[in-house]
């Protein structure tokens, strides 16, 4: 037996390849009621609101699947339960639930380690001395700032300070 097939034998896998199909409608509802919300107080809420309510609707569909996967019952039990609602080409799902659960796993992985990397490239940045900017580039930015009418100098964070080069 291959190492997928063993895979596929889990009891996880399928409740992980439910979970996952359900998240397709439970992230569409979360999407749709957040521009709801948002379409009737958008006027009210601040900038600061608008953030806080999309950010508790990421934080909603992050715990969507995980609650699904709890909810669906004992996860080591071999015998899963039928769903409520009968899905048409209830065997074909049977077959490619598994396949969907190594599929987003290894999305997972993949776009985890772009996010790894990136970040420690931003990281070596702030390590590595930069020099000045070419001349070019100067000129775009003071273009920019005189047609955007910038009247006060962009300052650091407090407790921050700027390499030379970068000034």
Known sequence: MSGIETLFQQPWVMRAGWALVHFLWQGSAIAILLAVVRGFAGRWLSARGRYALSCAALALMAVAPLATFLASG???????????????????????????????????????????????????????????????????LDELIHSMRVAAPVRPQAGRQIRAGLA
Do not use: H, K, M, Y
Request: proline share 10%; glycine share 8%; net charge positive.
């Open 74 to 140: 004992n996860p080591a039990v071999a015998a899963l339960p039928r769903p409520v609602w009968p899905v048409a080409g209830g065997d074909t799902w049977e077959r490619l639930l598994p396949w969907f659960v190594v599929v987003w796993l290894i999305g997972v992985v993949v776009f985890s380690a772009r996010i790894a990397v990136g970040w420690r490239l931003a990281a070596r940045l702030r390590r590595v001395a930069a020099g000045p900017v070419p001349r070019a580039w100067q000129q775009a």
